[in-house]
């Protein structure tokens, strides 16, 4: 009788162990990428929260792991190493920054783990590699976006300033490598220092070429001193990239914020949009949950770890508890509605968004409204 006792423990703790989905984030919760690190935990423990109440994936319940790197890189490094061998986790969504995204992308794949970032630079998806996907609309396509606007407005010449970090760097490039395509010369290429406090000097460069437009890509804090400095100097016409598409930017920047137009994601503008726009029931569920439950607005960063862990959730629905299959899974997914946008992966694209994912945005009297 004993041990047919014994024998049921042990098949009982068997199964719980199948039972459990063990999930690992990466995230920025504090430091200076905290406004991209912070959204994106709190969505993800909300989501994990309502399907484990639903009663899980197939009847398994999620065990969540989030660790904060800090934007760090070799925190990110070391906490990705915990998560494969210690925690045994079947799948990582993030890290949070381009940065730290490049620093591990080779050592998930190493250890075949399957890697969902939820970071921007099309680096981290070129070339492509079956464990490793993300989430954000890239900076390519984030670029095509302006340059199409400007090219339908007739911008012809146009100043860029960057930020020297990995974000900063990759955007740079796509606007570098895009501008020709759209008839659009970059007469001015300035670069700035992320602590920096002003930028007028590099500002006062791109303003003596006259250009029809200036372009600022980067993310943080540090784009409103390019706001406020450019308002101070008279500047205007004013474009920036996905990275300042949250509310924090506008009280940053202040009166400086209005008018400057950028390409991003629909979700700050959710509650403008037509009613028969395909995107809006989603993304007025996630903000209306996310905005009840932590009283704060939400924002393209915390959906870009939404569309990972529903890109995580549709694959394992395919894959199960194998980490092989399941990174296999997220290539073969198609049609999946996220904030960013349609994901439709393939072989050789492991983000699975075009150009189309952005919408013309401008920042008008302290909130964002649509270009038409």
């Not at 890509?217 to 784009?223: D, K, L, N």
């Not at 009613?275 to 569920?285: A, G, Q, R, W």
């Not at 894959?319 to 960013?340: F, H, I, M, P």
């Amino acid at each position: 009788m004993k041990k047919l006792t014994l024998v049921a423990i042990m098949l009982c703790f068997t199964f719980t162990a199948f039972a459990e989905i063990r999930l690992g984030a990466l995230f920025a919760v504090t430091g200076p990428a905290s406004f991209l690190g912070n959204p994106e935990k709190l969505t993800t423990e909300m989501l994990v929260e309502q399907i484990n109440a639903a009663g899980g994936i197939n009847g398994e319940k999620i065990k969540l792991f989030v660790y904060d790197t800090q934007a760090r890189e070799d925190r990110a490094i070391n906490y990705l190493n915990r998560l494969a061998k210690k925690d045994n986790v079947l799948a990582i969504i993030g890290p949070s920054t381009t940065g730290e995204s490049l620093a591990i992308k080779a050592r998930a794949a190493g250890f075949k783990i399957p890697l969902i970032s939820c970071s921007a630079s099309a680096r981290i998806v070129t070339p492509a590699n079956t464990y490793v996907y993300k989430t954000p609309q890239s900076d390519t396509h984030i670029a095509e976006r302006i340059f199409s606007y400007m090219k339908a407005v007739g911008v012809k010449k146009v100043g860029l300033i960057s930020v020297q970090n990995g974000f900063g760097q990759t955007g740079r490039e796509a606007v570098l490598n895009l501008a020709g395509s759209y008839g659009i010369e970059i007469v001015a290429d300035e670069k700035y220092m992320d602590k920096d406090k002003d930028v007028t000097v590099q500002l006062s460069a791109i303003k003596a070429k006259s250009p029809d437009a200036v372009i600022c890509w980067a993310a943080g804090g540090s784009p409103a001193i390019v706001a406020r400095n450019a308002a101070q100097l008279g500047m205007k016409n004013m474009y920036m990239s996905h990275g300042v598409a949250s509310p924090k930017f506008i009280q940053l920047a202040g009166e400086a914020a209005n008018g400057i137009k950028l390409a991003a994601g629909r979700i700050v503008v959710a509650d403008k949009l037509a009613d028969d726009d395909k995107f809006k029931p989603l993304l007025m569920e996630y903000k209306k949950a996310y905005e009840a439950k932590y009283k704060m607005a939400v924002s393209p960063f915390g959906g870009h770890a939404y569309d990972a862990f529903k890109l995580f959730k549709e694959a394992y629905m395919i894959a199960g508890n194998d980490r092989t299959k399941l990174a296999q899974a997220v290539e073969t997914l198609k049609g999946v509605l996220g904030t960013a946008g349609e994901f439709n992966m393939t072989a050789t694209d492991h983000n699975g968004l075009s150009k189309d994912a952005a919408i013309m945005l401008e920042i008008k009297d302290g909130h964002f409204s649509p270009l038409n």
